[in-house]
């Protein structure tokens, strides 16, 4: 479940970032025949200046189309935290463009790249919820591993016989009144 999560978060983010590569090539080319115009109602600094934005959508495109497929690489298979540092480094970025977006009025570009993101934090909560699972054996501890570590803590003397004693009936009890 949380590969699959992974797998369509990281997918949609490269799809979403090379539709806003690509647009932003256009209007870079558009920006480029605009300026060499002779008659035109823009300034050569605001050109300048929307070229550079460009620029730098472009570079943070490229970056993040990197950034993703990074993560659908490692996926599951990191032992050392990576791929959730990636993952998290995803959802920064494409949150920074969804931001953009709504800033700039671009709603359903906006709206679109809520998608990776919400795949991103569902598959790094269900790997957490299956890390708090393995975590809990002692709810499901058997009476001979609580008795055994009584018998433990009573061998070390962290635990006096009468204490002992109380625990393990208190432990009886508990299984003839379920």
Known sequence: MKKAFNIAANVCAIILMSILLIGDIILMNALTVIGDLEETYL???SIETAMAICI????????TIIISA???A???YDD????????IIVIVLIGIIAILEFIGGGLVYGLLCLIPIG???TSICVQNQKNSIKTKPSAFRTVDDKINELKKLKSLHAISDEQYEIAV????NDIKNN
């Open 43 to 45: 300034t050569t600094t």
């Open 169 to 172: 009936t208190n432990i009886i």
């Open 74 to 76: 490692k996926g599951n």
């Open 56 to 63: 730098m959508l472009l570079m943070f495109s490229i970056t």
């Open 70 to 72: 990074f993560a659908l």
């Open 80 to 87: 050392h935290g990576i791929a959730r540092v990636l993952k």
């Open 119 to 121: 795949l991103e934090i």
